[in-house]
């Protein structure tokens, strides 16, 4: 009901606003701008969805292979002390819970390929045992709060990102390393950043259903991820250069993604699976799990294109500037206020934005490395949501969107004050 209200206001405020500045401001361009945007916003919802097809397609593939198997199963076993106790409601050694693991395995090393059908995968798995098939379960959401808080250990896009927009304002990589520019500069504000969305994540979800998270297992968890954590940052802090980061992380992406299939071919193999077989059987239910991502996909972007070219986006920027000043506050953070307020909306328009601001303000300025780690603070919980539920046919969401974007305002509100800690 939440992401109802939310697509409503999106639409009404954007036609409204745009209909005042005709009728009030004269402004003749904005109400046709909008309608552009509709047919416009359409259409990359539909090649979005479309450019999906075939990552979910080979994934989906590779997924049944293991479910096939038994890999997910054993994942599921090794896991099950940890992910039982966080998803009471599943079965132990269910599969879900293996294609849980690798979906959040996935967005934590910024794969972002893998993690979405991954993450699709899951959503079927405990559809299957929900009871409620119109309502989100608690797993489900649990299961999605994590995914739009969007706990990354290796930012790899935003790197590269702020690498070649780098390169572009500094004219040679010689230039900028005079000028002491560093794409890899965001990398622990990032991660800072990210675990604080994560938990208070976490934690609004485990009170509403009323998780201990006080228990052994988590704790083991949390010192695992803690130790993971302190020995990447080991490793990449004894580096000389920023381009030797980059290449690390690329070959660390590499050699988990191949890996990964590796070690589900072999599964197959041991299984005396048909593996070819398995394969394009888990490919087609990929396919067809595209195709039912367009009209929600088509619904969201739609809503947020009228939104943002009404002026309305603009108009709050504007408003939240004067509120700020009034109250005595250093206002240096609005300037990047319109990719926290897009993030949760649409990832590309958030990126948009992003480099739009490293392009009037700098890369390396204040504003430049806090659109920085804004736009790695979180996911894009609304597109999240609308994708992963309406791929099962969930329609009624409880309170995954409260909790989805209290742990968005946690991240956008820990980017803010990490980077005046580091850059203020």
């Known amino acids: 009901m939440a992401l109802n209200y939310v697509w409503l206001g999106l639409f009404l405020v954007g036609i409204a606003v745009g209909v005042v500045r005709f009728v009030f401001m004269g402004d003749a361009?904005?109400?046709?701008?909008?309608?552009?945007?509709?047919?416009?916003?359409?259409?990359?919802?539909?090649?979005?969805?479309?450019?999906?097809?075939?990552?979910?397609?080979?994934?989906?593939?590779?997924?049944?292979?293991?479910?096939?198997?038994?890999?997910?199963?054993?994942?599921?076993?090794?896991?099950?002390?940890?992910?039982?106790?966080?998803?009471?409601?599943?079965?132990?050694?269910?599969?879900?819970?293996?294609?849980?693991?690798?979906?959040?395995?996935?967005?934590?090393?910024?794969?972002?390929?893998?993690?979405?059908?991954?993450?699709?995968?899951?959503?079927?798995?405990?559809?299957?045992?929900?009871?409620?098939?119109?309502?989100?379960s608690n797993a489900m959401i649990m299961f999605l709060v994590l995914n739009t808080s969007g706990l990354t250990i290796i930012p790899v896009s935003i790197m590269a990102y702020r690498s070649q927009a780098m390169l572009t304002e500094f004219g040679s990589a010689s230039a900028m390393a005079a000028a002491g520019a560093t794409p890899t500069d965001v990398f622990i504000p990032l991660l800072l950043?990210?675990?604080?969305?994560?938990?208070?994540?976490?934690?609004?979800?485990?009170?509403?259903?009323?998780?201990?998270?006080?228990?052994?297992a988590f704790l083991v968890m949390f010192a695992v991820i803690a130790a993971l954590v302190a020995a990447l940052f080991w490793t990449v802090y004894g580096m000389d250069t920023s381009k030797e980061i980059q290449d690390f992380c690329n070959l660390l992406t590499s050699m988990i993604i191949l890996g990964t299939i590796a070690m589900f071919l072999i599964s197959g193999i041991r299984g005396r699976l048909n593996v070819f077989a398995s394969f394009i059987e888990g490919a087609k239910g990929g396919f067809h799990t595209a195709v039912n991502l367009i009209p929600y996909c088509v619904a969201m972007l739609a809503a947020v294109g009228v939104f943002r070219a009404s002026g309305s986006l603009e108009l709050l920027q504007t408003g939240m500037r004067n509120a700020v000043d009034f109250c005595g506050m250093n206002s240096d953070w609005v300037d990047a206020l319109p990719v926290a307020l897009l993030k949760p909306l649409n990832g590309a328009g958030a990126r948009g934005m992003m480099i739009e601001t490293w392009t009037s303000h700098g890369t390396c300025s204040f504003v430049g490395h806090l659109s920085?780690?804004?736009?790695?603070?979180?996911?894009?919980?609304?597109?999240?949501?609308?994708?992963?539920?309406?791929?099962?046919?969930?329609?009624?969401?409880?309170?995954?969107?409260?909790?989805?974007?209290?742990?968005?305002?946690?991240?956008?509100c820990a980017a803010v004050a990490i980077s005046y800690f580091f850059w203020g």
Not at 193 to 207: D, E, Q, R, W, Y
Not at 383 to 390: H, R, S, V
């Open 193 to 216: 950043t990210t675990m604080c969305s994560t938990l208070i994540g976490l934690i609004a979800v485990s009170l509403y259903q009323r998780i201990n998270l006080f228990r052994r």
């Open 372 to 412: 920085s780690v804004i736009q790695g603070s979180t996911d894009t919980t609304f597109y999240i949501l609308a994708i992963y539920f309406g791929s099962v046919g969930i329609t009624k969401f409880r309170y995954s969107v409260v909790c989805g974007l209290l742990a968005d305002f946690a991240g956008i």
């Open 29 to 136: 361009d904005t109400l046709p701008q909008m309608m552009n945007s509709t047919f416009e916003m359409s259409k990359y919802a539909f090649d979005l969805t479309l450019g999906l097809t075939g990552t979910l397609t080979l994934w989906m593939g590779i997924l049944k292979i293991g479910e096939d198997s038994g890999l997910v199963g054993k994942l599921a076993k090794v896991l099950s002390p940890v992910l039982t106790k966080l998803f009471p409601d599943i079965p132990k050694n269910h599969p879900a819970l293996g294609a849980i693991f690798m979906n959040i395995s996935a967005n934590m090393l910024g794969l972002d390929n893998a993690a979405t059908p991954c993450g699709l995968k899951a959503m079927q798995e405990l559809q299957g045992i929900n009871p409620k098939k119109d309502t989100a």
